[in-house]
């Protein structure tokens, strides 16, 4: 069984920072893909950012520059540097993975954390 959890999240005021968190645990033999989505109420889940396995890392426009991605292959964890906040920024940060379990088949597979809020005041 394989799980994710975040934590890091919180109120901060405008231009502020917080640094997010994503630990994946159980029976994983590698991650591919993680990443950063992010839900504000009312709207639909949105792409943050991402990082696979091969170093690549790609970021939504209006995050670039202020938000960095990055793992602890040792850990299995996944981070998220939230600089210069905004109050747009204000939404439920879900962290996402594709991994693959150990086991015979190792088919990979999409696992989604709870979410963790972050309040960005003015």
């Known amino acids: 069984q394989v799980q994710l959890v975040e934590s890091g999240g919180g109120l901060v005021q405008t231009g502020g920072s917080l640094r997010l968190s994503c630990a994946a645990s159980g029976s994983i033999l590698s991650i591919n893909v993680w990443g950063w989505y992010r839900q504000a109420p009312g709207k639909p889940r949105e792409l943050v950012a991402t990082d696979t396995s091969g170093g690549s890392t790609n970021y939504a426009d209006f995050v670039k520059g202020r938000f960095t991605i990055s793992r602890d292959k040792s850990k299995n964890t996944m981070y998220l540097q939230m600089n210069s906040l905004k109050p747009e920024d204000t939404a439920v940060y879900y962290c996402?993975?594709?991994?693959?379990?150990?086991?015979?088949?190792?088919?990979?597979?999409?696992?989604w954390g709870q979410g963790t809020q972050v309040t960005v005041s003015s």
């Open positions: 996402n993975a594709e991994i693959i379990p150990t086991g015979i088949f190792k088919i990979p597979k999409n696992y």
